[in-house]
């Protein structure tokens, strides 16, 4: 699978759009883009998908380049429940989901 | 309806022991995946059970052994316990749509936290 890159940490205010990015330059054109996040002390919650479209859900956007070497999630009006780590995965449908380090997105009051 | 679900929450043990770590998958669902993270890392891949068969396994050595039902719930074991297992251990369910997995998400349960004394 695919490496991703994402940014250690990021902060956002409260009622603002948080948009966390994600690098994966070598993404093969099977592999799809997952987000997840991980709130402490919970399992990781899955947020969104996709592969190629854009893709808008109850929770977020995810916008992918049309390259498809890098992707954009967005959460529309931040919360502080929102406060959680980030992990962006590509991987295929055949292999299971390898987290790395994500982001921590810190949404601030 | 009801999500993926992990017994025990909590579960404290000594070196040397054996453990059994359960986890109902999500209603539909047919896959279960366990994955283990240690405090402050990503949950990594221990193996995920298909049709009651160890499909795919991660880096762990054979202390680490599983089981899937024919009602799809799952058990993780562990042998010989060593205090670096100490853990969150989570389970994923998720819906195959083949014979080799799927695009479909994976769901967590909020896992079972194993502390080694």
């Known amino acids: 699978d695919a490496k991703t890159t994402q940014p250690p940490s990021m902060d956002c205010a409260e009622g603002r759009a948080a948009n966390l990015p994600c690098n994966h330059s070598t993404i093969s054109g099977n592999e799809y883009v997952y987000w997840y996040r991980q709130i402490h002390s919970q399992g990781p919650q899955y947020i969104i998908h996709g592969l190629k479209n854009n893709e808008t859900n109850e929770m977020a956007s995810l916008i992918i380049t049309e390259d498809r070497k890098s992707s954009t999630l967005i959460l529309p009006h931040a919360t502080l429940r929102d406060t959680a780590v980030y992990y962006c995965i590509a991987k295929t449908g055949a292999n299971n989901l390898f987290f790395g380090t994500g982001t921590r997105l810190t949404v601030i009051p | 309806d009801a999500g993926v679900t992990q017994s025990p929450t909590h579960l404290i043990k000594t070196r040397g022991q054996q453990v059994t770590l359960r986890c109902s998958p999500k209603s539909g669902h047919d896959t279960v995946s366990w994955y283990q993270q240690a405090l402050g890392q990503g949950p990594q891949f221990i193996f995920q059970?298909?049709?009651?068969?160890?499909?795919q396994r991660g880096n762990f050595p054979d202390r680490f052994s599983g089981h899937q039902f024919p009602n799809y719930s799952s058990e993780l074991n562990v042998n010989a316990l060593l205090l670096g297992d100490s853990a969150l251990y989570l389970c994923?369910?998720?819906?195959?749509?083949?014979?080799?997995?799927?695009?479909?998400?994976?769901?967590f349960g909020d896992g079972t936290r194993l502390s080694i004394l």
């Open positions: 059970y298909y049709e009651e068969e160890e499909r």
């Open positions: 994923a369910s998720s819906l195959a749509t083949g014979a080799w997995g799927s695009n479909q998400p994976q769901h």
